[in-house]
């Protein structure tokens, strides 16, 4: 029974330090994308994979580790995955993020998905940003979204220069670009899941997926 036990708790260890693994790479790769941070935010990365690398020594190095300490980084694990809003049963409300410079726009964006909330009986909550970097800071602060409505011609970082750091972060939210003609085939290739040419109308709601 002893030995059952003991092999049990050797299986939880392990996939509790391969999730830790995770966290390490993840945080080494927010670092790596990350753009002109605040100092506070890669210090938050830096203590986020401090911690992930003492708790699988922990693991690994301590003798007779305790059921305990296994429910102790359980929960660290947890509370972080909440926080970043991974893996997350968010119910019947649907997360859009619309990333547009112009005001305008972003309001017709708006109008246009609530028109779509209606046709599908959805509840949605959007969020905006006013360019490419801006989308991305938000996802690295914890944010995830069902949609994210992208264009393409934007200030400081691009549509497609956002979608591919998006990407790179492992972002699996649905990317719809909104662009010219022209860099279609350019935007499709950064990650995006469809792309429709602006302006966007009713006309194209059907090319958003849901």
């Known amino acids: 029974m002893a030995g059952e036990d003991n092999t049990q708790i050797d299986r939880e260890i ?24 605040k100092v506070s935010e890669i210090e938050a990365l830096k203590k986020d994979r401090r911690e992930a690398r003492r708790l699988k020594s922990s693991l690994l190095y301590e003798s007779a580790v305790t059921r305990l300490e296994i429910a102790n980084v ?3 694990l947890n509370q972080k995955t909440l926080l970043s809003g991974e ?8 997360y859009v993020l619309i990333v547009d410079d112009d005001l305008t726009a972003r309001d017709t964006n708006r109008r246009l998905m609530m028109s779509v909330e209606t046709q599908n009986q959805l509840t949605m909550e959007f969020q905006e940003a006013k360019n ?27 549509g497609i220069q956002a979608t591919k750091r998006l990407r790179e972060m492992g972002v699996k939210s649905q990317i719809v670009g ?33």
């Open 178 to 210: 909104v662009s010219s003609e022209s860099d279609h085939q350019a935007f499709m290739d950064a990650g995006l899941d469809n792309c429709i040419q602006k302006p966007l109308d009713t006309a194209k709601d059907h090319c958003i997926p849901l």
């Open 74 to 76: 359980d929960g660290w």
């Open 132 to 158: 490419g970097k801006e989308a991305v800071y938000l996802h690295l602060a914890g944010a995830s979204y069902d949609l994210i409505l992208m264009k393409n011609d934007m200030p400081i970082m691009t």
């Open 14 to 37: 392990q996939i509790l330090v391969n999730r830790l693994d995770g966290r390490i790479a993840t945080s080494d790769l927010k670092r790596k994308v990350l753009e002109n941070a």
């Open 87 to 94: 893996d997350q049963d968010e119910g019947y409300i649907f």
